[in-house]
T-cell receptor, first 114, second 114 residues
Framework: SQQGEEDPQALSIQEGENATMNCSYK?????LQWYRQNSGRGLVHLIL?????REKHSGRLRVTLDTSKKSSSLLITASRAADTASYFC??????????????FGKGTMLLVSP | EAQVTQNPRYLITVTGKKLTVTCSQN?????MSWYRQDPGLGLRQIYY???????DKGDVPEGYKVSRKEKRNFPLILESPSPNQTSLYFC?????????????FGNGTRLTVT
């Protein structure tokens, strides 16, 4: 079942601008992860933020998590044409069996123009 | 190099002709999973495996089979493919979702069933 929903569905910006993508989810999570997918290729993990963390940085990426609002945002600063890709959030749910499951949203398509 | 290897990369087949998509990982990961990706629907989980000889249905298991006889391999079997199984398929693995660890994805298999 779909858990995370990214917003916007598509985003077009110029090189050098910042890009912000949002993810909302419905139920309690262990962690939330962001992935990137270049056209038709496999997803690549970008960053993982645990449910007890509020903000995390990795290079030009900044991720925030607000568990009270059940939402997360991914900020890419000083974007480059090479950042053009689809970005997915994935929520790691706290399952009743003790095992957790990872569920993906539908993604935000980012286009960065030179 | 740590990787998840899927084969074949492209496959065109006819309705009803059994096929297998192979997936192998060299990272000694416990968890493996199959996803399909369709436009507008995002990634949906087909089957997953927490460890050898342990498999479970995901969100869209109908028409698929899997097996996990060895830790490194997790083949996806379509006993009688139908056109609605035309899709982009991804295999992924991780240490295990208990470990808050990210998924590593293969490069995908684009399947067309005519």
């Amino acid at each position: 079942s779909q858990q995370g929903e990214e917003d916007p569905q598509a985003l077009s910006i110029q090189e050098g601008e910042n890009a912000t993508m949002n993810c909302s989810y419905k139920t309690s999570i262990n962690n939330l992860q962001w992935y990137r997918q270049n056209s038709g290729r496999g997803l690549v993990h970008l960053i993982l933020i645990r449910s007890n963390e509020r903000e995390k940085h990795s290079g030009r990426l900044r991720v925030t998590l607000d568990t009270s609002k059940k939402s997360s945002s991914l900020l890419i600063t000083a974007s480059r044409a090479a950042d053009t890709a689809s970005y997915f959030c994935a929520t790691d749910l706290a399952g009743n069996s003790g095992y957790s499951t990872l569920t993906f949203g539908k993604g935000t398509m980012l286009l960065v123009s030179p | 190099e740590a990787q998840v290897t899927q084969n074949p990369r492209y496959l065109i087949t006819v309705t009803g002709k059994k096929l297998t998509v192979t997936c192998s990982q060299n990272m000694n990961h416990e968890y493996m999973s199959w996803y399909r990706q369709d436009p507008g629907l995002g990634l949906r989980q087909i089957y997953y495996s927490m460890n050898v000889e342990v498999t479970d249905k995901g969100d869209v298991p109908e028409g698929y089979k899997v097996s996990r006889k060895e830790k490194r391999n997790f083949p996806l079997i379509l006993e009688s493919p139908s056109p609605n199984q035309t899709s982009l398929y991804f295999c992924a693995s991780s240490r295990g979702l208990y470990y808050n660890s990210p998924l590593h994805f293969g490069n995908g298999t684009r399947l067309t069933v005519t």
